[in-house]
């Protein structure tokens, strides 16, 4: 590992941390808004706080198909990239765009038509569905236009530009705070309309966000926008997204579904009210710690796909790619250091009490942030093989496998196991939902280490 590690230059670490630290900071104001949103709405107390936390899994569906159709088109984009062909990247954003649109108004007409039905699926208290519902009816549409921003913010990322994302969402993120603040709590004559207020915060701040985008793709030069291209992709383009893209939007898309079903397990729980609370709150905090992680694993992509859209050969990619991950390893241990120790001295003390988490919420909280913290490490391992090495890769179909498989044949029967069957306490509950990593860590070193993942997405099997 660090021989590796020393093998490389300077400048080799500073164009990692040139691309991770934006995205870090991307990510982490986007996670700040979740948290943001998570303490405005722990005011109104644990009951409105565990409604949005139930009316937030169907929208956690929404928002892994956002990040697998942006994640589909970063496979293609970052290889055309290596390449310079910026008119086919045009293409490709062309049908993330109306693929992602398409799909993400259907299901907010849904959640629009029947937001009760749909939450009293997902929780045993029907309380929880009727003050969550109008939450759940405005919040879906919201992702349209989030997801139109996201797949531009990931075509600028693959062309390593991956600070106008983070100056994007950094703008709605305070945005969407000021208007929480008005919209929730009715300040500066505004009525006061509770967690439907933060829906409709963010809807506001989404498009917002879309409306800057659409100005900058008009004018950006490093990216130029070839709109006959992008209106028209053609169906060889839509047929090459299809077959790269698909299994990304399905691994996440199951992926997300996992998320939501644990969640629904949580609320199937004697104490669900204060679990999921507690679950809100910790998932929140856990995600701050991941930015860097998450940050890492988008840079690697970036690096690898236009390694390989480039050219480079078999050894030269697996060279940078065990780089990467030893160096997002190195790095989770040392986040798990820092977050371990924050559990007692801030977190137990101050934080969890912001949040309304007192005696048995606290003690759920405690358990689910040390459990996650410990397993950072090798989180951050999987983050960087998945969608970081893999996917870049053209490896679309075993990265899903990897992803899903430790997660629906491991953390879901095993969680089920310890919170309905065994009596629910709060620390195996917590080990078990971090078991997947555990399981999809070796079997992602073994497919890597097979180099049959290194694919150049950009020619045709007959190319080739």
Not at 171 to 178: D, Q, R, V
């Amino acid at each position: 590992m660090f021989q590796r590690l020393r093998r490389r230059d300077g400048a080799f670490y500073r164009r990692l941390l040139a691309l991770t630290l934006p995205i870090a900071l991307q990510n982490l104001i986007t996670f700040s808004l979740g948290l943001i949103d998570t303490f405005m709405v722990s005011q109104l107390g644990n009951s409105a706080m565990a409604a949005v936390t139930t009316a937030n899994v169907p929208v956690f569906l929404l928002i892994s198909i956002v990040f697998g159709v942006q994640s589909g088109l970063s496979v293609l984009a970052s290889q055309y990239w290596g390449k310079k062909d910026t008119e086919n990247i045009s293409r490709a954003l062309g049908v993330a765009s109306f693929i992602g649109a398409g799909i993400t108004l259907i299901l907010a007409v849904l959640f629009f038509l029947w937001p009760v039905a749909i939450m009293d699926l997902l929780s045993n208290s029907h309380e929880l569905s009727v003050l969550g519902a109008p939450y759940l009816r405005l919040i879906g549409f919201s992702y349209v236009f989030n997801m139109l921003s996201s797949v531009y913010v990931s075509a600028q990322r693959s062309v390593e530009n991956p600070n106008f994302g983070m100056k994007l969402f950094g703008f709605s993120t305070i945005l969407n705070t000021i208007l929480n603040y008005i919209l929730i709590f009715g300040h500066f004559g505004a009525p006061a309309l509770g967690i439907e207020g933060a829906a409709l915060a963010t809807l506001l701040s989404r498009v917002s966000e879309f409306v800057i985008s659409v100005v900058y793709a008009l004018r950006n030069k490093r990216l130029p926008l070839h709109i006959a291209a992008f209106l028209r992709p053609g169906w060889e383009m839509v047929v090459r997204f299809i077959k790269y893209a698909s299994p990304v939007v399905l691994n996440e898309l199951l992926w997300g579904l996992g998320n939501s079903l644990l969640t629904v397990i949580l609320g199937h729980m004697t104490n669900s009210v204060e679990m999921l609370a507690a679950y809100s709150v910790t998932g929140n905090l856990g995600r701050l710690f991941l930015v860097v992680c998450f940050g890492l694993g988008m840079a690697t992509a970036v690096m690898v796909g236009k390694a390989i859209g480039e050219g480079s050969s078999h050894d030269e990619v697996m060279d940078l790619s065990l780089t990467l991950l030893d160096f997002t390893t190195l790095v989770g241990v040392g986040l798990a250091l820092v977050s371990l120790a924050l559990v007692p001295l801030l977190f137990r003390p101050v934080v969890f009490p912001l949040f309304k988490l007192y005696g048995s919420s606290a003690a759920i909280a405690t358990a689910l942030a040390v459990t996650a913290f410990a397993a950072t490490p090798v989180h951050s391992y999987a983050i960087s093989a998945v969608t970081g090495v893999l996917r870049s890769g053209g490896d679309v179909r075993s990265s899903m496998i990897l992803d899903i498989g430790p997660q629906w044949f491991m953390t879901l029967p095993v969680t089920a196991l310890a919170a309905l069957v065994l009596g629910g306490n709060c620390w195996l509950v917590a080990i078990a939902i971090q078991s997947e990593n555990m399981l999809k860590v070796p079997l992602c070193m073994w497919r890597i280490n097979s180099r049959k993942w290194i694919h150049d997405v950009t020619v045709s099997e007959e190319d080739t």
